[in-house]
């Protein structure tokens, strides 16, 4: 296997959906798993490198010195098949929707309303990537990482992953050396719709369309670009604050003094709140600061206008934290990757 050729100072402006204009000291493109073997008995394989995929899940704020690999793997394995299930490696290059697609036309279910999320395969596991009341820790069976201080590869397991929301093993700052090359899934062969999540519901109680996988998928797609910018017209990189999860005492303070504000029951005695209602109360909805500003129809969605620097983003998100925080007491969580 070659050694992949290392090239300086590469803007990576095209490989962000926020289009930053940050530059990389190093960058690399992979495109077989093996080559992670080469670089690292060559040398050439910095003990945290930074992985890139598609960038649709990212905030670069200054010039990345580690190695950047950009992930390019391909591949999609059936690892054993039933009359129930099928067990399915995917390489972590590969486009996410891209995968959905292809599993609904095989006849492969479970990831319907995961639909059109943005990045690669890699980066599912790494948020636990949800919607529509699915998440990916449903159906991943394993994941393989390459470790890069020790060159070895490894299995973890679902409860290895640690999947929570929209958090994993894989963020932890102890374990920035496991670069995920693919993950297994188990999907069923047996289509069953996924509606507890209510405007998903409401979208079929208002159809007389008959209930399939690629109903289900169409519809999560219709709600997702009615709400979501297309980041390839607009840079942005989906929802930047995750959903604070607050505990009963809390909420009833809050809902006493805002009887309007949304809420969804979780699990003990715990409410989630929309991250993009909070916004929007504090003023931030649309509210523009030179060329940055929270999406005027989905105000958890930040947006470049144009040239916005990476600094100038983060500060302006900074902003909208801290105001909700004065306001609610409430602190949001960036589920955007910042660098």
Known sequence: MNLPIIQSNVSLKPHNTLAVDALSHRYVKLH???????????GALDSSPFFLGQGSNLLITQPIKPLVIHNQLQGFTIEQETSEYADITIASGENWHQVVCHCIKNGYYGLENLSLIPGTVGAAPVQNIGAYGVEIKDTILKVSVFDT???????????????????????????????????????NKTFTAQLDYP??????KQSSKTITANAVANAVIAIRQSKLP??????????????PIIHDDNYQRLIKDNPS???????????????????????????????VSMHHQ???????????TGQSL?????????SVKQRFGIQLIPEVNIQ
Not at 32 to 41: G, N, P, R, V, Y
């Open 261 to 291: 504000m949304p809420s969804f029951p979780t699990y003990d005695n715990q409410y989630k709140i929309p991250a993009a209602w909070l916004i929007e109360q504090c003023g931030w909805k649309g509210k523009r600061e030179g060329d």
């Open 298 to 308: 989905q105000s958890v969605v930040l947006i470049n206008h144009g040239n916005a």
């Open 32 to 42: 077989h798993a093996k080559q992670l073997t080469s670089l690292f008995e060559q």
């Open 314 to 322: 983060l500060r302006h998100t900074e902003r909208v934290s801290k």
């Open 149 to 187: 201080k020790t060159g070895q590869s490894l299995d973890l397991d679902n409860k290895e992953c640690q999947l929570t929301y929209r958090d994993s093993i894989f963020k932890q700052p102890q374990h920035k050396h496991w670069l995920i090359t693919a993950i297994t899934l188990r999907l």
């Open 199 to 204: 405007v998903l519901a409401d979208h079929f």
């Open 230 to 243: 297309d980041p390839s017209a607009i840079p942005n990189a989906g929802s930047f604050f995750k959903n």
